[in-house]
């Protein structure tokens, strides 16, 4: 008698179930999934934070386009549009 292939299918596959099947049957699991389970949504979460600077006035372009100014040595030596431009 030989042996017979047979195809089973399995649902609703807990973490604790795959690895037994993939212990027991490593060389022949497969898994033709079309759809993911579990969204990414329910275990990524992400918390985006600047860094100061990056969050501040000083890189505005209004504030950037000041640091240009054409007449900025009308300003006195004490005046930060002066040594900025």
Request: glycine content about 2%.
């Amino acid at each position: 008698m030989k042996p017979e292939d047979r195809k089973i299918t399995v649902f609703d596959v807990t973490p604790v179930v795959f690895e037994q099947l993939y212990r027991d049957h490593a060389e022949t699991l497969s898994c033709p999934c079309s759809t993911i389970t579990v969204p990414f949504k329910n275990f990524v979460f992400n918390i985006i934070t600047h860094h100061p600077v990056c969050e501040s006035i000083f890189i505005s372009k209004e504030w950037i386009e000041a640091l240009h100014l054409e007449n900025a040595s009308r300003y006195g030596t004490d005046d930060f549009r002066t040594t900025a431009s």
